[in-house]
């Protein structure tokens, strides 16, 4: 290992969160006299910036029943590396390089018309009957056949011989706002939509909708699988509280470099946005926005050092930050937390996420391709 900035995983806490989700839904569905559902875990995006494969990997061995990636080449990385589970892609498909769905064995989801002559043309030149799921638009507007449209859209799903239709699922606009009705509205879309298909000649098939906001907000939303993302990694989508007992999978440090002394009247970094009119201290810390840091923490975040909160002062540049460390003894190779534990103190994704006006998704997902991974137990 070269760089001072590497992303620590918990793969341990990855199964941790996975086992602690389905007991949950094992515990509460089993109280309701339901079966619980399966486990369809996202691990888009380079598993939320973790690692797909060594999480793919771990969700796998801890209980998964399904995995979901973004787009083909995502779920091909994992089958490359031996993921044996079921993958689901989320993604469009009306533009994409179909052969791999049936290479590598994926579950394409077919949200579109477009989408759906595709794979179909597809199967029939592979000679196959393709498994995919099939999305309903309740209300996001975004990707799916609309709710409220199924009697002339679904005929030509439906008739192709080439496609079977697994399961039919949904995805909530609104989950994480909880003052907002329209979770409840899209749920009863949703219901209608799974009887109208019915009576349209989609057989009997697994029916899903709920992210992690969802998950924790509505046990009718479980159905018979349930598709948490951000929960896996340990961290509760804002402003959500939960009880689930999670650990946050990764955590993010790096080491000072450099500590120099700021005189009266001096300032620090691009545009010296930062300028003292006392004497302070400043360390610097090789990680910026090439790594993924985020320019709104500039005198937003803070990070940890010797078991102390210190404020990133300056401009966030391309390679490095600053940190007051004024009345702190600091030396070059000290340790820096960006995200996560040190002594007695925490910063989580997603408190970085409240500083600067983001969202904790978007924290772990734009972890830069030069963070090397640290995959531990
Ligand atoms: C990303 C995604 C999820 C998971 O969302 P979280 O909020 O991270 O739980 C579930 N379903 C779909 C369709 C998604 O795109």
């Known amino acids: 290992m070269i760089r001072q900035t590497t992303a620590t995983v918990h793969l341990s806490a990855i199964a941790h969160n996975c086992r602690a989700i389905v007991d949950m839904l094992t515990r509460e569905s089993t109280a309701a006299g339901r079966p619980a559902p399966g486990l369809i875990a996202v691990v888009k995006a380079n598993a939320y910036g973790h690692g797909a494969v060594p999480v793919a990997r771990t969700l796998e061995a801890a209980g998964a029943s399904m995995l979901a990636c973004a787009d083909i080449e995502e779920g091909v990385e994992l089958r ?47 000679g196959v009957t393709l498994p995919c799921h099939l999305k309903i638009d309740s209300g996001m507007n975004r990707l799916g056949f609309r709710h409220d449209n199924l009697g002339r859209t679904m005929p030509a799903v439906v008739g192709s011989p080439h496609l079977k239709i697994e399961a039919v699922y949904t995805h909530f606009a609104t989950a994480d706002v909880p003052e907002s009705p329209f979770l409840d509205e ?18 009997r098939c697994g029916r899903h909708a709920a992210n992690s906001a969802a998950m924790l907000r509505d046990a009718r939303t479980w159905y018979d699988f349930v598709r948490p993302g951000l929960l896996l990694y340990g961290i509760v989508p804002p402003p959500l509280a939960s009880s689930l007992p999670l650990r946050p999978a990764l955590s993010l440090s790096s080491r000072i470099v450099a500590v120099k002394g700021v005189r009266r009247g001096e300032g620090s970094g691009y545009g010296l946005r930062w300028t003292t009119d006392e004497p302070r201290t400043i360390a610097i810390v090789p990680a910026g926005y090439a790594d993924g840091l985020d320019t709104r923490l500039a005198g937003r975040g803070v990070v940890l050092v010797r078991g102390r909160r210190a404020p990133v002062v300056g401009a966030v540049s391309m390679d490095m930050l600053a940190i007051d460390v004024t009345d702190m003894t600091v030396d070059p190779g000290d340790e820096v937390v960006i995200i996560g534990r040190q002594g007695d103190d925490e910063i989580t994704a997603r408190e970085m996420a409240a500083a600067i006006g983001a969202i904790p998704w978007e924290v772990v997902c734009r972890l830069g391709a030069r963070i090397e991974r640290k995959f531990e137990d």
Do not use: H, K, M, N
Request: aromatic share 4%.
């Open 80 to 126: 490359r590396a031996g993921v044996g589970l079921p993958i689901l892609v989320f993604g469009a498909l009306s533009l994409s390089d179909l052969d791999g769905v049936i290479d590598y064995d994926l579950t394409p989801t077919v949200s579109t018309p477009s989408a759906a002559r595709r794979l179909a043309a597809l199967a029939e030149r592979r």
């Open 186 to 203: 899209q749920r009863r879309r949703f219901e209608r939509a799974l009887a109208a298909l019915g009576a349209l000649g989609v057989g």
